[in-house]
């Protein structure tokens, strides 16, 4: 059902963010004040109330995030696409046993919107794949998930 709004995850959007997925991400462009979008896949929800994500520590996203924290993430799954917007800030510029320099954002859920267009459901979810060596790519895979599940502060 389109409009619908809620202040946190469903049970039936938490735990598609509990894994890799494709999603969208606006943040407000540190110099234009304009929107900046870009697509991110590292992305975990540890709870209905929060989602933390991983991007390069010298990307526009953290950059963004650093200086005005309104985030806002697309979600397309559970048959339908979601706008999922609220405050975020870095946790971290690096994560213990990942090689990578990635930044651990975090961001505090306070709406959670059902935007699919009128009478229409997602009939077949996004799909993408790794374009470098698969057995690196999921060993690094592994490795920034696990990182954002057991970060604590």
Not at 107 to 113: A, D, L, S, T, Y
Request: aromatic share 6%.
């Amino acid at each position: 059902m389109a409009n619908q709004v809620e202040t946190s995850l469903s049970e039936e959007l938490l735990p598609l963010l509990q894994q890799e997925r494709f999603v969208t991400i606006a943040t407000v462009d540190h110099e234009t004040g304009g929107p900046n979008v870009n697509a991110i896949s590292w992305i975990y929800a540890p709870d209905k109330d929060s989602i933390r994500f991983c991007v390069d520590k010298r990307s526009r996203i953290a950059e963004n995030i650093r200086n005005q924290p309104l985030v806002t993430l697309t979600v397309i799954g559970a048959g339908s696409t979601y706008s999922v917007t609220g405050h975020a800030q870095v946790l971290a510029d690096s994560l213990e046993d990942v090689p990578l320099k990635l930044a651990l954002i975090e961001m505090g859920i306070e709406e959670v919107r059902d935007v699919m267009f009128y009478g229409s459901r997602i009939s077949q979810e996004p799909k993408y794949e790794k374009t470098y060596d698969k057995e690196a790519a999921d060993k690094l895979d592994r490795q920034v998930l696990n990182a954002m599940r057991t970060f604590s502060e």
